[in-house]
C-alpha cells in the first residue's frame, strides 16, 4: 500500500507514524524473544551480555548449557513429561472439541449458546483460579500428582481452541454436501469420514496445533497438580530461575522457539499445499 | 414384489410443520409413475421443496405416509432409500475429482475396481465429460457442474431421480440446452423424474405432469397443455403463462355454461363455468392473451367489446397490444405480424371479441 501521488501533509505524516508505531509493535514483541538466543550461547553463568560476547570474542560464547540440558535428567525426564502430556491432551481436547463442535452446529441444537459459553469458560476464567479449583477437586479424588490428572486439565484447557477453530471452519461447510453423501448411500459414519472431515480438518489441525501449545506451555495447573515425577518443561524452568540461577534455562528457551517456529512453518506449508489440492483455491 | 399399474411414489396425505404450528405442506397427496417426469411447480414459499426433502428422506413427514414402491419409506434413514438427487448448488464434493466424485456412490455399494471405472467412464460420456474425470469441481464452469451433479445423480442406476431447481444457477442460454439435456437423459434411461422449479417455462417445458403448487397445497396437477389451456382456479391461470383478467358476477348458468355480468361497466359475457360459487357469487374470467382476436365486428365473435388501444410494442413475430376493455387498461392482445393483420393505433377505439370456450370463468 504505497502511498498515493495525491497524499497532502497529514496523509503522508499519518503514513510514517502508522508505520513507526507497527514497527514498534514489532520490535516489543520479538525482541524479548530474540535477545534470549545469543545470551543462552554465554559461556558465563549470567543473564546479561559480557564484555567479551559484545566484542564478538568466540571465546566467550559456548554450548556448556546445551550440554548441561541434554545431560541433565532433571531436564531430559521433563522434556519427556512434557510431550507425553502435550500429545496426549492434544488428543483427547481434539476429539473431545471436533465433536462437540459438529453437534453445536446441527440446526437443531438446543441451549446451543449455553453450551459454548460452559464449553469455553476455561479460556475465560482466570487461570489461577482453575488451577486451584481442579487442584481441590482433584485432591479430593485422588487424580493430583498423577499423569491422568494434568492430562485431564489440560485436556480441558485445550478444548476451547478446537471448539472455536472447528465451529468457524464448519459455518463455511456446506449442510447440502452432507445431504448429497446420504442421499448418495453413505451412512452417517462414512460421510464424517470420506466428506466432512477431510474439508474441515485445516480448522481441526489448527485447533490442536493450539491445544498442544497451551499444554505444552502450561505451568500454573502444573504447579498446582504435579508431584515431582510430572514435572514439565515449564515446571523445570520455573524451579530453574528460583532454585537453580542457571542459563540453561535460557538454552531450553531458544530450543523451543526453533520448535515452534518449525511446527508453525510445516503446518502452514501442508496447509496451502492440501488447499491447492483441493482446488479451494485457484493455482 | 410390486406389479406395473403400481405408482413408484405415493404421497398419502402428507402435511409438514418445522415449527409445530404452520403447516408448510397442508394436504399433499401424488402418485407418480415408472418412466414419468412429474415437476413440481410453485413460487418460493410454497411447500415445493419440502415435499422433494421428504421423499429424499431430509426432513419427516409430520403426518401422512410417503410409499417408494408400494413400501412406506417414512422410517428409512435416506442413504437406505436409494434416491439420486441433484442439488440446487449441486453439492460435488469440493476434495474429489469428477472421477471421484462419481465413484462415490458406487464405493459405498462396495463394488469392484475395474466395475466402478467402467460406469464412471460411461457416466461421464453419457454427459459429453470424457476426459473431465481427472479434474477438480473448481476448475469446472456452471454448466460443466451441472452436468457432473447430474450423472453422479444417475451412476448408480436408481429407478428414481429428484432434481431441486438444477438450472437456477445457470444463465438463460445453458438454462435451455440442458433443459433439453435432461429431457433426453430421462426419455434414454426411463428413468422417473421428480423435478422442482419455480420457472414455468421449464415445467412446461420438460414435464409429463406438473403439481402447481401454492401455500401448502396442489392447485392443479395435469399436463403441460391442460395446465396452460385448462386452468382449474384463477392461481393456476395466472401463475402459468399469461393471462387477462375479468372480474364479474354470475348471472345465469346453463349446462356448461355461464353468463357473467363484469365489474367496470363492460356488460354481460358468455364463458366456460369451470369454477364458481353458482348464480350471484363473483368470479375472475381467465382469457388467454393469443385467443382474443381485434377488430371483429359484434356479430362474429360470441363475446365481443369495445376497447381503446393504450399502447403498441413491435416484438418482431407479433405485436403486443394493451387495450383498457370494461375498466381493465391491462388487457393483453397479442396481434400475429402476418400478411394482412390488423393495423393498430394508439387512441383508437376497437372491438375485441373471443370465444366463451376461450374464457373460463374461475373462482374469485
Known amino acids: 500500500m504505497a502511498l498515493p501521488s495525491y497524499a497532502g501533509p497529514l496523509e503522508t505524516t499519518w503514513y510514517y507514524t502508522f508505520r513507526f508505531i507497527c514497527a514498534c509493535i514489532f520490535v516489543f514483541l520479538i525482541t524479548p524473544i530474540l535477545i534470549i538466543i ?14 567479551g560476547m559484545l566484542s564478538f570474542d568466540p571465546d566467550a560464547y559456548s554450548l556448556r548449557w546445551y550440554e548441561d540440558f541434554i545431560n541433565n535428567t532433571q531436564w531430559t525426564h521433563s522434556v519427556k513429561n512434557s510431550f507425553i502430556i502435550a500429545i496426549a491432551s492434544t488428543i483427547l481436547a481434539t476429539t473431545l472439541g471436533t465433536l462437540a463442535a459438529l453437534g453445536l ?6 441451549f446451543r ?6 464449553l469455553i469458560s476455561p479460556m475465560i ?4 483460579i482453575s488451577a486451584a479449583g481442579m487442584y481441590f477437586f482433584y485432591s479430593s479424588i485422588g487424580l493430583d500428582q498423577s499423569f491422568l490428572g494434568i492430562i485431564l486439565a489440560h485436556t480441558v484447557l485445550g478444548t476451547p481452541f478446537v471448539v472455536i477453530t472447528v465451529t468457524a471452519t464448519l459455518v463455511g461447510f456446506d449442510n447440502s454436501l452432507s445431504r448429497a453423501a446420504a442421499n448418495l448411500g453413505a451412512n452417517p459414519t462414512t460421510s464424517f469420514f470420506k466428506i466432512t472431515m477431510p474439508l474441515i480438518l485445516p480448522g481441526v489441525i489448527s485447533g490442536a496445533l493450539f491445544a498442544f501449545i497451551t499444554s505444552f506451555d502450561e505451568v500454573v495447573v502444573v504447579l498446582f497438580l504435579a508431584g515431582f515425577e510430572q514435572r514439565t518443561i515449564p515446571r523445570q524452568m520455573w524451579s530453574g530461575i528460583r532454585e537453580q540461577i542457571s542459563p540453561t ?9 526453533m520448535i515452534s517456529i518449525a511446527l508453525l512453518t510445516t503446518l502452514e506449508i501442508l496447509r496451502r499445499r492440501n488447499e491447492k489440492l483441493r482446488g479451494l483455491t485457484p493455482g | 414384489m410390486s406389479d406395473a399399474s403400481e405408482p413408484l411414489v405415493r404421497f398419502e396425505s402428507v402435511q409438514k410443520s418445522y415449527d409445530g404450528e404452520i403447516l408448510v405442506v397442508k394436504d399433499f397427496n401424488l402418485d407418480v409413475a415408472k418412466g414419468e417426469f412429474v415437476t413440481m411447480l410453485g413460487p418460493s414459499g410454497s411447500g415445493k421443496t419440502t415435499c422433494l426433502m421428504m421423499l429424499a428422506g431430509f426432513e419427516p413427514a409430520t403426518h401422512g405416509e410417503i410409499y417408494l414402491e408400494g ?73 460443466q457442474q451441472q452436468r457432473v451433479a447430474v450423472s453422479r445423480a444417475l451412476v448408480f442406476e436408481p429407478s428414481l431421480v429428484l432434481m431441486d431447481e438444477p438450472l437456477g444457477a445457470l444463465d438463460k442460454n445453458l438454462r435451455e440446452e440442458m433443459q433439453y439435456e435432461i429431457k433426453h437423459i430421462h426419455e434414454n434411461l426411463q428413468v422417473t423424474l421428480v423435478y422442482v422449479t419455480h420457472d414455468q417455462s ?24 391442460d395446465l396452460y389451456e385448462k386452468p382449474d382456479n384463477a392461481f393456476v391461470a395466472g401463475f402459468i403463462g399469461e393471462n387477462n383478467r375479468l372480474y364479474g358476477e354470475v348471472k345465469e348458468v346453463t349446462g356448461d355454461y355461464c353468463q357473467v355480468e363484469l365489474e367496470g361497466g363492460g356488460g354481460m359475457v358468455k364463458a366456460l363455468n369451470v369454477n364458481t360459487g353458482g348464480v350471484g357469487s363473483r368470479t375472475t374470467l381467465s382469457l388467454r392473451p393469443e385467443r382474443s382476436t381485434i377488430g371483429v365486428a359484434k356479430e362474429q365473435s360470441t363475446n365481443s367489446l369495445e376497447a381503446k388501444v393504450e399502447e403498441l410494442i413491435y416484438l418482431g413475430d407479433h405485436i403486443r397490444s394493451r387495450v383498457s376493455l370494461s375498466g381493465n387498461n391491462e388487457f393483453i392482445v397479442k396481434v400475429p405480424n402476418s400478411h394482412g393483420h390488423v393495423h393498430l393505433k394508439e387512441g383508437e377505439i376497437t372491438q375485441i371479441g373471443w370465444e366463451a370456450d376461450d374464457c373460463r370463468a374461475l373462482d374469485a
Open chain 2, 202 to 225: 421449464e415445467a412446461l417445458t420438460m414435464s409429463d405432469r406438473i403439481a402447481v403448487f401454492d401455500d401448502g397445497i396442489v392447485q392443479q396437477l395435469a399436463s403441460p397443455s
Open chain 1, 125 to 128: 476464567v482466570p487461570l489461577i
Open chain 1, 113 to 118: 449458546a449455553l453450551t459454548m459459553g460452559v
Open chain 1, 249 to 257: 534455562i535460557l538454552a531450553v528457551a531458544t530450543i523451543l522457539v
Open chain 1, 105 to 110: 452446529s446441527k440446526p437443531h441444537m438446543p
Open chain 2, 71 to 143: 413400501v412406506p419409506i417414512n422410517n428409512v434413514p435416506p442413504h437406505k432409500r436409494g434416491i439420486g438427487m441433484v442439488f440446487q448448488n449441486y453439492a460435488l464434493f469440493p476434495h474429489m475429482t469428477v472421477a471421484e466424485n462419481l465413484a462415490f456412490p458406487l464405493e459405498v455399494r462396495g463394488m469392484g475396481k475395474s466395475e466402478i471405472s467402467e460406469k464412471v467412464n460411461r457416466a461421464l460420456d453419457m454427459v459429453r465429460l470424457g476426459g473431465f474425470g481427472d479434474r477438480r469441481p473448481a476448475q469446472l464452469s456452471g454448466g
Open chain 1, 38 to 51: 545469543p545470551l543462552s550461547f554465554n559461556v558465563e553463568p549470567y543473564f546479561t551480555f559480557t564484555q
